[in-house]
Each structure stands twice: as structure tokens, then as C-alpha cells.
């Protein structure tokens, strides 16, 4: 009721924040920006009607897109809104006796509220599509000769939901995963955010994606119903027995604590796939010594392992693992992501957050994940497709 309260008051007072700074002084102004205002609104209560009359499954793909895109709207339309309703009414405030208002104050506002909107519009609208392949090689003390040059794409979080009505889009990045032929295409997890409905027939889509030597995928911490606020623990069993069904029609073999061993060549590689559920900080890594029982006389061991933070935790310097793959962080979908400098407050929670790192002869490479999640948008963190190409040391 507060929430909607403060809703109907930003409705009212925005534009009447518009009229008194601008009528007198650009009519112009003033119309176009109300006109704006009266658009963002129209779109804001289709999708706030949408989510709050939806009656349907909760992890439908529809009601899941509306949540985002409505939160998205809340995080570059309401408050914008309600900075600019705070900074002019104080000015208002201010000079209750002489009348007036204080137009710095209200310019400030305003800036303040039309950076926010444009960065989180074009975050929205561009960035989030700005897909981007990383390609990284990694060079591997004493590999095996039939495995130098071998390539592995990783993907990781997509949360196909975000792709609802953009399915053109995920099967465009498909296609660039097929141009880049991979040996072995490897997805470290959160295929959904809620629950096994956000499929959607997605795993036609994906299925046209391979590598040579088969696809291998893990499940994250989104796939096990974690955050779907009415399951019960019959309902997350039966999600993560759809989720796995599901991720198979798509053309992978899920690893649940489990190892499968391929042959390239003359050579031999253990995948091994470690389960990942809970929620930070409280996850619940999988059982990697049964995971990797019994793999011995391999030439390469590659670990797909959701959660970033189980590397130091489980692996770096206590098993034999060559490589690890981890996605989760999204890169916060926000921060600085150039050549030379490359920050994000995810940082802050995985140290390991993006990218590839080393420890002696092993490493861990950091995908920042394909779609989106919470909040639709991507801001100078593009998604990623990432190509591992393993060289001879």
C-alpha cells in the first residue's frame, strides 16, 4: 500500500514539478517532457497491472519478464521520478514564505534523474545486447600434444526468461557459437531464474548450438527453485527433475557430481560437474571427491563449477583440476569493462568475478554470463561468449 501510494504520488507531482519550473519558461520543454512522463507512465502500469494481476505460475516466462521490466522501470523511471519530486518540492519548501521555487535545486534534480534514466535506458535498450565474445588462451604445462589448440566455449547464466520476447537474439548468439566451432561446448548453469516453465521451448533454440566432441552443462544455484516463493521442497525436487530434462532436450549432458571422460584424439579429457545450490552467502557447493572418484590416467581435468568462490574454497592447490569454469557474478551487469581497466562491485563478494586467473599450474576463467537477471539491463558490462583456446607450455 506505501509502495502504491508513492507511486500515485510521483504520478501527480512529477509533472506538476515540470509545470512549475518550465511552463513560464519553455513551453516547448515543458509539453515534450510531459508527453514522456505520460508515455513512461503508460508503459509502467501495463507492466505493473501484468505482474500484480498475474494469477498464472509464477515462473511463467511472461510473468518473469514483466517482474524484470517492471523492476527495470522502478529503477530508471520511479526513482528518477521521485529524486527530482524531492529536489524541486524542497526548493518549494524553502521558500514556503516568498513564494516560488529554487531553480538550481530543481535543475539538479533534474540532471541527476535524466542521467540516471539514460544510463539505465541504454543499459536496457543496447547494452544488454551488446553481445561479446572473450577469447583467452591458456597455456597448460606438459598437455598432451592432441590437445593443443583444442577449443572450448563456455556460456553460462542465461536466464532464458530475459529472452521471452527477444528469442532471435538467443539463437543469433547460438549461431556465433557455431562459427567459433568448438571442440566442447561447456555451460556452467543458471539456466532460469525461478523455475522450469521459463524454458519455453528455449531448449529448441539452444540444441542448435554445438561443440565437436560433445556439450556439457552443470546447474546452478537459480535451477534448483531456490528463489521461486512458492515451491515447496516437493515442488524444487520436481523443478531440478524438469531442469535436468530440460538442459538434456537442449543437447547437453548434465553433471551432477559426476565426471565424464571424452576422448580427443589420442588423448583423454575429464569433465567433471559439480552442483551448486542455497543463496549467498549461504551456498551449498556439491560433492566434488565423489565427483571426481575414480578419474584417474586422464590427460586433462576441466571442472564446471557455478559458483566462482568454490575454487579457492575446494580446488585451487587441493585437487589436480588443469581448469576450472565458473559463471554466477554477472559481472553485477554494471561497472567498467574496457581493455585497461575492468572493475565491478561484484568484486566485492567474488574476488574471482570476471576473467581468467591462476594458481601454479592451475587455472579458473570467470564468465559474466549471457542474459540477464533482476533488472534487464547491462551497463558497460556486456554479456559474454567466452572461446578458450589451450596451448603446449
Request: contains cysteine; neutral net charge; proline residues 4%.
Amino acid at each position: 500500500m506505501i509502495f502504491l501510494l508513492l507511486l500515485i504520488a510521483t504520478e501527480l507531482l512529477a509533472p506538476a514539478a515540470l509545470r512549475q519550473h518550465f511552463y513560464h519558461r519553455s513551453k516547448a520543454a515543458y509539453y515534450i517532457l510531459v508527453i514522456a512522463h505520460f508515455v513512461l507512465s503508460f508503459w509502467f502500469w501495463i507492466l505493473f497491472i501484468a505482474v500484480t494481476g498475474d494469477h498464472g505460475p509464477f515462473d511463467s516466462p511472461r510473468h518473469v519478464w514483466s517482474v524484470t521490466h517492471l523492476a527495470g522501470m522502478i529503477s530508471g523511471v520511479i526513482i528518477p521520478r521521485t529524486i527530482l519530486v524531492i529536489a524541486h518540492f524542497t526548493g518549494r519548501l524553502i521558500r514556503y514564505k516568498s513564494g516560488g521555487h529554487i531553480s538550481w535545486l530543481t535543475n539538479t534534480g533534474l540532471i541527476i534523474s535524466s542521467v540516471i534514466f539514460m544510463i539505465i535506458a541504454a543499459g536496457t535498450l543496447h547494452g544488454r545486447f551488446n553481445f561479446r565474445t572473450d577469447r583467452v588462451e591458456v597455456r597448460i604445462k606438459d598437455l598432451n600434444p592432441d590437445l593443443d589448440g583444442l577449443k572450448i566455449v563456455q556460456l553460462s547464466d542465461l536466464h532464458l526468461a530475459g529472452f521471452y520476447h527477444h528469442r532471435d537474439q538467443l539463437a543469433g548468439q547460438m549461431e556465433a557459437v557455431n562459427r567459433l566451432e568448438p571442440d566442447l561446448l561447456l555451460n556452467t548453469g543458471d539456466f532460469v531464474t525461478f523455475g522450469w516453465r521459463e524454458f519455453d521451448n528455449f531448449d529448441t533454440v539452444l540444441s542448435k548450438a554445438n561443440g565437436k566432441y560433445g556439450n556439457f552443462a552443470v546447474l546452478g544455484n537459480h535451477d534448483f527453485g531456490t528463489y521461486h516463493p512458492d515451491y515447496t521442497q516437493t515442488d524444487r525436487a520436481n523443478n531440478v527433475l524438469r531442469i535436468n530434462q530440460l538442459v538434456k532436450s537442449s543437447g547437453y549432458l548434465v553433471l551432477n557430481d559426476e565426471h565424464m571422460v571424452v576422448s580427443v584424439k589420442g588423448a583423454k579429457i575429464g569433465i567433471i560437474g559439480i552442483t551448486t545450490m542455497g543463496r549467498h552467502p549461504d551456498i551449498v557447493h556439491g560433492d566434488l571427491d565423489k565427483a571426481i572418484m575414480d578419474l584417474d590416467s586422464v590427460d586433462l581435468q576441466i571442472l564446471l563449477s557455478h559458483d566462482p568462490n568454490q575454487w579457492e574454497l575446494a580446488v585451487a592447490g587441493k585437487t589436480d583440476i588443469d581448469l576450472t569454469l565458473s559463471g554466477h557474478t554477472h559481472g553485477m551487469q554494471m561497472g567498467i569493462y574496457t581493455e585497461k581497466v575492468k572493475w565491478s562491485p561484484s568484486k566485492y563478494y567474488y574476488p574471482h568475478w570476471s576473467g581468467l586467473f591462476s594458481k601454479g599450474d592451475q587455472y579458473h576463467y570467470v564468465n559474466r554470463g549471457l542474459g540477464v537477471l533482476a533488472i534487464p539491463f547491462r551497463i558497460c558490462m556486456p554479456p559474454e561468449i567466452t572461446l578458450i583456446t589451450l596451448k603446449r607450455e
